[in-house]
């Protein structure tokens, strides 16, 4: 594989493990270089020169990850303003080549647009902590669709990785659906089931007397087995169960107490 986009990541140290980290990761599992501090600055280096020339001067694309935190980082704040310098001095007073903003609440999104209006205008991204396969995508986009537009990249080109990237976000959700469609007709199935055999139980007629002393068996506190009418047959179904601290004292089980609320339903 060729050379990937290199990414530095303007952040808040105390949102690292929360979130830029996992993003982080997701962005690297996309074949996508990220420069972070923690794994580029060497103990004993120059923090300036290595977060500023390194860093933010070599990097493609700047992403400005904007937290509660991060907006009270005088670091952060450093980072933005050199960037905005740098792009300046290209002649890029309006088009923010490098920068991708991103904000994880509408609160964060109100306070950029006071403190630093020239980002608003250019691509935001909205990433909260519990961001989902949908966010993620648009931001792996926004990335690659940048970049190739600084490398003069051919618009076609660009369409057409969009739209792939569209396609398989859209794939995505329709897995995630499927997914859940799945497991509820598990859910459904397996209820149905259980409902099948309550039913073939109470058709037996083995466990009437037990049916009919229902208040006694439901009553809290200990159980001994001669109180329980229908006890082996109540045993086999698996409607009781011997008490796990003392063998001599009964316990309604899980099940027990589902064929109960079954019945009340019935």
Known sequence: MGQSVLVFVSHSSEDKESLIEPVVKDLRDCFISIWLDKDEIVPGENLRKSIFRDGLDKADIVLIFFTEKSLKSSWVD??????????????????LSKIISIFDSKAT????????????????????VEYDKIQLGK???????????????????????????????????EIESLKTLVKEIKSKNSKTQ??????????????GNFINS???????????????????????FG?????????????????????????LLK
């Open 78 to 95: 450093r980072e933005i303003k050199h960037v905005l310098r740098e792009e300046i001095k290209k002649g890029n007073s309006f088009d």
């Open 109 to 128: 999104y109100e306070e950029i647009d006071k403190r630093y209006p020239e980002l608003t205008d250019d691509l935001l991204h909205l990433m909260p």
């Open 139 to 173: 931001l792996v986009t926004a990335i690659w669709s940048k970049y190739l537009s600084l490398q003069d990249g051919d618009v076609e080109t660009q369409k057409q990785i969009l739209l792939k990237d569209k396609e398989l976000f859209q794939k995505e959700k």
């Open 194 to 207: 259980m409902y099948d055999e309550f039913e073939q139980f109470l058709n037996s007629g083995k466990i």
């Open 214 to 236: 229902k208040e006694n068996i439901l009553k809290p506190g200990l159980l001994e087995g001669k109180e329980i009418q229908d006890l082996a047959e109540a045993m086999a």
């Open 239 to 263: 409607l009781v169960e011997h008490n796990p601290k003392n063998n001599y004292y009964i316990t309604i089980s899980d099940k027990g107490k589902n064929f109960f609320k079954w019945l």
